[in-house]
Each structure stands twice: as structure tokens, then as C-alpha cells.
């Protein structure tokens, strides 16, 4: 169980994953995220370490990992604010959810956007059924 849940959207946009499919956005969660922190042009998540991510790129949720700890990025890395980093053997990706399926979880998401998205934590385990279900791969 989690004290929280997010959905982080992705950009098409961002340079590691301009013009890439959601099967490539996948490998790097399970082969380079471990290695490294997430950067963002801005903390978006205001969230506590220990909270459950779910990113979503292209309209589907993709991946999930456990929140260690954020750091704010000053000089360091221009043009972003804050590093997200992701306890490595939380790192799940699995078939790819759409909006319908994770209606069925959380009935209160009604769009996405560009914002995050708080979901109600109670519904933890409803989650980690369905990615059971649907099989997924994590960190070995």
C-alpha cells in the first residue's frame, strides 16, 4: 500500500524520447531510469517520497515506479528544475493502459492534459491487480 498515487505525463517533446514509440519509452525505464534521475522543467508532482508514479506517454500509462526523493536542480542541469529519483526495484512497465482502464479504477478522471494527477490511494491494490493480470516486467 501507498500514502499516494500521481500520473505524470510525458512529452513527446523531450529530447530522449522525440519521435519514439512507447515500446522504446518502456525499455528505458527498465534499462536506463535505474541508472539515472528523471528531470523536469518543473516540480509538477509536489509529492512525498514513497509515492506511486504512473507515467503516461502518448495517452497510455506505461510504466510505474515508487518516488525516493526529489532534489532541486539549480545550475547543474540548465533549463530544469527539479530530479526525480525512482527506487530501481519499484520500476514496473507493462501493457500499456488506456484512458477507459484506468477509468475503471479511477472514475474521477475525466481528461488528461499536461498536469498531474492526484489518484485516490485506496485503489492500490485495484491497480496492482490489473498490471498482474495484464503481466509486467520490472528490474531483475
Known amino acids: 500500500m501507498v500514502e499516494e498515487i500521481r500520473m505524470l505525463p510525458m512529452s513527446e517533446k523531450d529530447d530522449e524520447f522525440t519521435g519514439k514509440d512507447i515500446a522504446f519509452v518502456q525499455e528505458w525505464f527498465l534499462k536506463t531510469l535505474p ?26 500509462v506505461i510504466a510505474c515506479a515508487n518516488l525516493e526523493y526529489t532534489i532541486k536542480c539549480i545550475k547543474s ?26 477509468q475503471n479504477i479511477w472514475p474521477k478522471v475525466k481528461s488528461y492534459g499536461q498536469a498531474v494527477i492526484r489518484l485516490d490511494a485506496t485503489k492500490y491494490d485495484k491497480f496492482m491487480s490489473l498490471i498482474e493480470n495484464h503481466g509486467f516486467e520490472s528490474i531483475k
Open 35 to 60: 541508472l539515472k534521475i528523471y528531470y523536469a522543467k518543473r516540480n509538477m508532482m509536489n509529492a512525498k517520497n514513497g509515492t506511486l508514479v504512473l507515467f503516461r506517454y502518448k495517452s497510455k
Open 77 to 102: 542541469n540548465p533549463g530544469y528544475t527539479v530530479g526525480y529519483y525512482f527506487d530501481t526495484y519499484s520500476i514496473k512497465t507493462f501493457v500499456p493502459l488506456d484512458k477507459n482502464e484506468i
